[in-house]
Nanobody, 126 residues
Framework: QVQLVESGGGLAQAGGSLRLSCAAP????????GGWFRQAPGKEREFVAA????????RYADSVKGRFTISRDNAKNTVALQMNSLKLEDTAVYYC???????????????????WGAGTQVTVSS
């Protein structure tokens, strides 16, 4: 079992920035693909970004490409999501996830991820 703990959510104005962090206390996060998903009220959970074990492979949803940056620090067992140029439609609960599959089998489907954090709220206001 891998426990994932998100931090860094909150309130930001449109055009502003927030940085989310996900930690895996006591576990080797580098053994897993790291991912971020989000879920807005009344909508399904959707893929945001993912990063390979080494950090050399990265994928983004089209809706956040060029605005969000995913990164990882394997020495600290953390995966981060830097969110810039925030839009009202970025408002959602953001979830950190970990997948044990191969990066060659990358998927943006939530069902392919094995472990999840409890989520952190991100609210973007005008």
């Amino acid at each position: 079992q891998v426990q994932l703990v998100e931090s860094g959510g909150g309130l930001a104005q449109a055009g502003g920035s927030l940085r989310l962090s996900c930690a895996a206390p006591g576990r080797t996060f580098s053994s897993y693909i790291g991912g971020w998903f989000r879920q807005a009220p009344g909508k399904e959970r959707e893929f945001v970004a993912a990063i390979s074990r080494s950090g050399g492979g990265i994928r983004y949803a089209d809706s956040v490409k060029g605005r969000f940056t995913i990164s990882r620090d394997n020495a600290k067992n953390t995966v981060a999501l830097q969110m810039n140029s925030l839009k009202l439609e970025d408002t959602a609960v953001y979830y950190c996830a970990a997948a044990s599959t191969s990066w060659n089998s990358f998927s943006s489907l939530p069902s392919r991820y094995d472990y999840w954090g409890a989520g952190t709220q991100v609210t973007v206001s005008s």
